[in-house]
């Protein structure tokens, strides 16, 4: 099924907003003071986080390619697998989301923001924090440097798996194998004085492709949503990590203009000396992950 421009928008936006609304819905849970998850431990963040790309995938894979992550978006440009054309418009639907769904977040836990006395805990339901970070030049220094390294890892991680799970599963390999059918079956055919027209060979193969790769492809978006959950467990410890600038970006400007009156006392800043990281990092990894991956298997 051909979906329009603007469903596709749509879904991007809302694919984003459950990523949030699952994810750092989990993280709030367990950082915030007085939920009934609090302290559950990181176990939880990484379920949260798994199952919210792993729905959206689910969900939305065929209708926008459920991209929910400017940096996979632009990956794909870059590397002549997507319109540039309408990068600009996935990025701001990405975005967009990324702030409803943590409005959304907000909304379910203020009584709970407003009891909580750590802000680093407040700003991490938001957005990534550096574990090295203590507020001197220092240290900011060497959160910057290792949370580039860590977002880039993951990120390149999750983007090269991320096409490999979706353009090299077992369905891809089936549909070699149904077109093999086929042309044997026309041969066969045409030797036997038989004569089968050119729409019946692609309507057949189009048929058996289908058949073949609709569950393959439902397995490799519960495999994505199983690589998340093991970078966040694997690779989350030092800041997050964010892996999507969407994801860190727009919760991060919410944080920063909501008051205190809704957040609590202990706000605190929104520590945009660090914001760059988790934008900059992702895109890098990206555009390399998908040139990589063409470059290879493409």
Do not use: C
Not at 25 to 44: D, F, I, M, P, R
Not at 201 to 209: D, E, G, Q, S
């Amino acid at each position: 099924m051909d979906f329009t421009w603007a469903v596709k928008y749509a879904t991007e936006f809302l694919g984003t907003a459950i990523l949030i609304i699952l994810g750092n819905g989990a993280v709030a849970n367990v950082e915030l003071k007085g939920t009934k998850g609090h302290q559950s431990g990181w176990l939880v963040i990484a379920v949260g986080y798994g199952m919210g790309v792993m729905i959206p995938a689910l969900m939305f894979g065929n209708v926008s390619g459920n991209h929910i992550n400017p940096a996979f978006t632009l990956g794909l440009a870059v590397s002549g697998l997507f319109e540039w054309g309408q990068v600009p418009f996935y990025i701001i639907a990405q975005v967009l989301g990324a702030i409803f769904g943590q409005a959304l977040v907000v909304a379910t836990h203020r009584p709970y923001y407003l009891q909580t006395e750590n802000p680093n805990n407040i700003l991490g339901s938001f957005s990534t924090i550096s574990s090295l970070d203590h507020g001197t030049k220092e240290s900011r220094y060497a959160a910057t440097v290792n949370g580039f390294i860590n977002e880039f890892v993951g990120s390149f991680v999750l983007f090269f798996a991320a096409l490999g799970l979706t353009k090299l599963h077992f369905g891809a390999e089936l549909k070699a194998v149904a077109e093999s059918t086929v042309q044997q079956q026309v041969q066969q055919a045409t030797l036997a004085g038989q004569k089968i027209a050119e729409s019946d060979v692609k309507n057949a193969i189009h048929n058996i492709f289908a058949q073949s790769t609709n569950g393959s492809s439902a397995v490799a978006h519960l495999a994505l949503g199983f690589l998340v959950m093991a970078l966040v467990t694997s690779l989350g410890g030092p800041s997050g990590p964010g892996l999507n600038p969407a994801r860190d970006f727009g919760p991060r400007l919410l944080h920063a203009v909501l008051p205190k009156s809704i957040l609590g006392q202990h706000k605190g800043d929104s520590k945009w000396w660090y914001a760059w990281v988790p934008v900059v990092a992702p895109i890098a990894a990206a555009i390399a992950a998908v040139a990589l991956f063409k470059l290879l298997y493409l």
